[in-house]
């Protein structure tokens, strides 16, 4: 049975995580661990959850580099973890986060968005090596097809969210941002340009396009508003067709909040 994943962002951290035990990069730490614990070290980023397992004895400004060519990404957002691999007949989760120095991992480093993305991380990983059999390790097992974890649709996510109003317009979305605090955002569909526009862009680049409008109170009594196109990834559209130069594309629909000037929160009633 599949297991449910309801954020892009958890997925491509189980994906990376694969990869990283596929190139068989653990170690045996010997003193406070026992001999059958693995540590993979990596990186957290601490607004929207992104984990990258990095090499051992790797840190942060090692890879500083590839980081900053990421877009809106500082190298001062991101936390040096461990994740903790025990073998699951010992009483204990299979799959844990420490700090980098094995201690507890303090989440209040993490933004609110960061520690939601982590623990699901973390809770899928550890409901997978529920049913481990006992033979290998665990974490092979649990990251052998990563297709058995299923990615929840985007579109439910929002159609079951507060901050999802469906067909109103743009005086309507203000309206109801009038009396939120700055940084509150909601989602709509689109009106009847940008629907137009929308099919144009699926025309021109046979690519299948859902489509929203975000809505942000960006100060008092200021708003701003954003198209925004999923399919294989997340886009704010540029005004240019060409999809090859839609140069904000991101992961997950996290990643795209944390790229918007002011977005704090999802509007609530």
Not at 111 to 128: G, S, Y
Not at 238 to 246: M, R, S
Request: negative net charge.
């Amino acid at each position: 049975m599949a297991l449910r994943v309801h954020s892009h962002q958890v997925l491509n951290n189980l994906i990376d995580f694969k990869h990283k035990v596929l190139r068989k990069e653990q170690r045996i730490e010997e003193g406070s661990y026992e001999e059958e614990t693995r540590i993979y070290p990596a990186l957290i980023h601490s607004k929207t959850g992104d984990i990258r397992f990095i090499k051992q004895r790797e840190k942060i400004q090692d890879v500083a580099f590839d980081i900053k060519e990421e877009e809106g990404w500082d190298i001062g957002d991101w936390r040096q973890i461990h994740v903790i691999v025990h073998n699951p007949d010992k009483g204990n989760k299979a799959f844990e986060i420490l700090d980098q120095v094995n201690e507890k991992f303090d989440e209040g480093e993490l933004e609110k968005i960061a520690r939601r993305i982590m623990q699901e991380t973390l809770e899928v990983l550890n409901k997978k090596a529920i049913s481990y059999p006992g033979e290998g390790r665990v974490e092979d097992y649990v990251l052998n097809d990563v297709s058995e974890f299923e990615l929840a649709a985007s579109s439910e996510e929002f159609l079951k969210s507060p901050a999802f109003k469906g067909a109103i317009t743009r005086e309507q979305a203000e309206g109801l941002l009038t009396s939120k605090e700055v940084g509150t955002y909601l989602i709509r569909d689109l009106d009847t340009v940008a629907e137009s526009t929308k099919c144009c862009f699926v025309k021109e680049n046979g690519v299948n396009s859902e489509g929203f409008i975000l809505t942000v109170k960006t100060d008092d009594d200021q708003y701003a508003e954003y198209f925004l196109l999923k399919n294989e990834k997340w886009m704010v559209y540029n005004d240019n067709p060409d999809y090859q130069k839609q140069t904000s594309q991101f992961a997950s629909f996290e990643h795209l909040l944390f790229s918007i000037p002011k977005v704090k929160k999802a509007y609530r009633s």
